[in-house]
């Protein structure tokens, strides 16, 4: 058991370095924490990869913007290679639900899929 909470807690600690807004600027260290298969269906309903993400994150310049807040982190180790998250996202008024699927590799924890769904008030 303390291994899978170990693991947890290594993939929600890498979770919110996504959400940092000096790591999301570099291409380096966001595609240091992406799986090389990685895909994601956004807020906005766009289907992202890997290399589209981390091309649209580079380009983000608003430093003025909010910071990205999570509340509610939950996780649950599925396999010895697989961890999945929930959890909710406020920036700048808007809200998701959020699922991410961390895989275990050679260099560690890399987010595999993740899912953002809007929700109101």
Same mark, same amino acid.
Do not use: G, I
């Given at each position: 058991m303390r291994d899978r !909470?170990? !693991? =947890? /807690? =290594? =993939?929600?600690a890498r979770e919110l370095? &996504?959400?940092? @807004? /000096? #790591?999301? !600027?570099s291409?380096?260290?966001v595609g240091a &924490? &992406? *799986? @090389?298969e990685f895909h994601e269906f956004g807020a906005s309903g766009r289907h992202w990869d890997r290399a589209s993400i981390i091309a649209a994150l580079a380009g983000v310049t608003d430093q003025e913007s909010e910071p990205i807040t999570a509340t509610g982190m939950r996780g #649950?180790?599925?396999?010895s290679d697989l961890v999945h998250l929930t $959890? /909710?996202?406020? *920036?700048n008024g808007s809200r998701a639900h959020r699922s991410s699927l961390w895989r275990l590799t050679e260099s560690g924890w &890399?987010?595999? $899929? *993740?899912? !953002?769904?809007p929700y109101g008030g």
């Open positions: !909470a170990e !693991a =947890v /807690d =290594v =993939v929600m370095r &996504l959400l940092d @807004p /000096d #790591v999301r !600027a291409p380096e260290l &924490l &992406l *799986h @090389p #649950v180790q599925l396999a $959890f /909710d996202t406020e *920036h &890399l987010l595999y $899929f *993740h899912q !953002a769904t």
